[in-house]
């Protein structure tokens, strides 16, 4: 049994639920899970390992708040980052 969906025809049985948990990326406290734990190591070793307190808690403040603001707008974004810095801007002919 076949069912039309826009130009494509879907055929029963070659469709599957996909759990959400696959296709979400991994956020802590709305970042992504690598920035948060860069974020926190570098705010601690401000923090505690200078003993500048006060630095520590406003680079981890500021830089929590930038990474959730740019994981709102884009999950993906460090990805994105990644392979803009990987491809050249221009591919030589």
Do not use: C, Y
């Amino acid at each position: 049994m076949e069912t039309q969906v826009g130009s494509q025809a879907v055929v029963a049985g070659f469709s599957i639920p996909v759990h959400r948990s696959l296709t979400e990326p991994i956020l802590l406290g709305g970042a992504p899970r690598a920035v948060a734990i860069l974020n926190g190591t570098l705010a601690a070793a401000l923090g505690l390992g200078l003993r500048l307190w006060v630095a520590g808690l406003l680079v981890w403040v500021i830089g929590h708040a930038a990474a959730v603001w740019a994981a709102k707008r884009d999950p993906l974004f460090v990805e994105v980052v990644r392979r803009h810095l990987r491809i050249p801007g221009h591919l030589a002919a």
